[in-house]
């Protein structure tokens, strides 16, 4: 018995010695919309007046904290063993939130850190990542400006990208998005999506003319389906199981939205896939190095996220607010999620 407990000890160790240095494991990476997650303050430099106790939201101290809570709740509930490795979230204020958010009992045995930026939202609302050091070794990171020559001035919300180190060691890039909303129709406002998605392509064609063998996972909320130009052409992203053309990129909610009807948004009762995580063909089906499937895009709708639509009778993501109206839910939209391994 003693000789059996000190192999146990040894093996345990072994496993846990292999995982250290990176030989083997899961890396989860998380894409989530989290609806308007501000604080209390009144940010001088920012319209966020309504989302104050005195503002037209009401956003009291106690709103702030039961949210928070709610949203850690949701990372909980992704059924893996593991804390995602990456976290990509839109509809950030700043980088407090994300320190309340890390904070939590939930998330703090992970030791996330922070990537977060001010940006040029009138409202103050940015993209942010959170990365467990673990399993993620952070490079570099910038603020990509959206070029518009239309309207050089318009206020756009940029593309934070991040560059490090996966966990087999390779090059991997992040690039997380909040493109313009459809708010004011979407034909309307398609334009300002293109200018979005061009700006990135351009930034995947510098990575492509002086890095080789990088990987890059691109993530968060277009505003646009996975069929339309911004996406389809603008980025070359599809559903395409070989990669034909080099700089081309499968998009892993691509067939859950247009072949299952799912979606991580819901419009007037219709299913929208606005979200989306998508992959150079790097890091599809490979038998070494980090590697997922073309399936495995998963959306996350736990039954108490949700939240029934009397007007249809149709299940909905529980959102916070529905207009003005406090609603009390983490989030209108639905989180994303992908298991790599390595």
């Known amino acids: 018995m003693k000789n059996f407990a000190i192999v146990i000890l040894i093996l345990s160790f072994s496993a846990s010695a292999a995982r250290a240095q990176g030989e083997g494991g899961r890396f989860i990476v998380v894409s989530y919309n989290v609806e308007n997650l501000f604080d209390t303050a009144d940010a001088k430099l920012f319209d966020d007046d309504a989302f104050t106790p005195n503002g037209a939201m009401e956003w009291t101290h106690d709103r702030y904290e039961k949210k928070l809570t ?40 992970a030791d996330y850190r ?63 998005n909040h493109w313009k909303s459809r708010s004011e129709g979407v034909g309307e406002t398609e334009r300002k999506r293109m200018f979005s998605a061009i700006t990135l392509r351009r930034s995947l064609d510098m990575l492509l003319s002086r890095e080789s063998g990088y990987k890059v996972i691109i993530m968060g909320d277009f505003n646009d389906e996975p069929t339309n130009r911004s996406i389809a052409s603008g980025i070359a992203a599809s ?3 070989r990669n034909i053309y080099l700089g081309d990129h499968y998009n892993l909610f691509y067939d859950l939205h247009n072949i299952q009807g799912k979606g991580s948004y819901n419009y007037r009762g219709d299913w929208n896939m606005l979200d989306q995580i998508i992959v150079s063909y790097n890091l599809l089906e490979q038998d070494h190095g980090l590697s997922t499937g073309y399936e495995s895009g998963k959306i996350l ?34 989180p994303l999620y992908v298991v790599f391994t390595w």
């Open 70 to 109: 709610d949203l850690v709740r949701v990372i909980l509930s992704i059924p893996e063993k593991e804390l995602p490795a990456i976290i990509g979230l839109t509809e950030v204020e700043n980088k407090q939130v994300l320190e309340d958010m890390i904070q939590s009992r939930g998330l703090r045995r």
């Open 301 to 334: 709708n736990e039954a108490w996220m949700m939240t029934t639509d009397e007007k249809n009778g149709i299940s909905l993501p529980a959102a916070t607010y529905r207009g003005k109206k406090y609603m009390g839910g983490p989030s209108d939209h639905l």
């Open 114 to 176: 922070i990537v977060h930026e001010e940006g040029d939202d009138p409202r103050g609302i940015e993209c942010a990542l959170l990365y467990r050091p673990d399993l993620f070794r952070y490079i570099s990171h910038e603020i990509i400006p959206i070029q518009d020559p239309v309207e050089p001035d318009y206020r756009y919300r940029g593309i934070l990208h991040i560059h490090g180190n996966a966990p087999d060691g390779s090059s991997l890039h992040l690039f997380i």
């Open 239 to 241: 559903n395409k199981r």
